[in-house]
């Protein structure tokens, strides 16, 4: 079955520090792999998307890895800030597949 | 240029309603999905409509059901309401053969069944 695990469930940390979200899934057949924001109650903004011939993204304080071959991707955000306080998703599209399929989140909250 | 749109943003049905949900997807945007989230959880895939016809179909049973208009606007039904049907319905819309195929997804429709 292929799934998408998200580790930890929820995480609190002070402003300013750096963190790490973690995704991980079970097919190393992968056609794209996306990571999300959410707001409550809100609908999902893209963050960053890696292509399956890609290692990582980069786009201003994130950073989201992909390593296939483990089953992993990560997403780094540098200098955390309350504004980033949200549902982070990670999700893959499998090879052969339209749909995405999503992990239940990571919540973040910001402690300023 | 706008964005996903979706109507209505709440909707409350009882058991046993029928209910329609509609989205227009981005500008120049021709593929539509639809995503159920129950609380808590990640959505889940119900469907992706391309060029008026059901491509691809998740694990939902046949109560749920959409369509696409000439225009790429989609709407998703859902007959006979369960209280489990409650949820967060998302649309999501991407332009096919991109070969980047990223999704922008609407605000959602929230769905409470009494």
């Known amino acids: 079955k292929q799934e998408v695990t998200q580790i930890p469930a929820a995480l609190s940390v002070p402003e300013g520090e750096n963190l790490v979200l973690n995704c991980s899934f079970t097919d190393s057949a992968i056609y794209n792999l996306q990571w999300f924001r959410q707001d409550p109650g809100k609908g999902l903004t893209s963050l960053l998307l890696?292509?399956?011939?890609?290692r990582e993204q980069t786009s201003g304080r994130l950073n989201a890895s992909l390593d296939k071959s483990s089953g992993r991707s990560t997403l780094y955000i540098a200098a955390s800030q309350p504004g980033d306080s949200a549902t982070y998703l990670c999700?893959?599209?499998?090879?052969?597949?339209?749909?995405?399929?999503f992990g239940s989140g990571t919540r973040l909250q910001v402690q300023p | 240029d706008a964005g996903v749109t979706q109507s209505p943003t709440h909707l409350i049905k009882t058991r046993g309603q029928q209910v329609t949900l509609r989205c227009s997807p981005k500008?120049?945007?021709?593929?539509v999905s639809w995503y159920q989230q129950a609380l808590g959880q990640g959505p889940q895939f119900i469907f992706q409509y391309y060029e008026e016809e059901e491509r691809q179909r998740g694990n939902f049973p046949d109560r749920f059901s959409g369509h696409q208009f000439p225009n790429y606007s989609s709407e998703l039904n859902v007959n006979a309401l369960l209280l489990g049907d409650s949820a967060l319905y998302l649309c999501a819309s991407s332009l096919v053969g991109t070969g980047n195929e990223k999704l922008f997804f609407g605000s959602g429709t929230q769905l409470s069944v009494l």
């Open positions: 500008s120049g945007h021709d593929t």
């Open positions: 999700a893959v599209c499998y090879t052969g597949r339209r749909a995405l399929t």
């Open positions: 890696i292509q399956s011939s890609q």
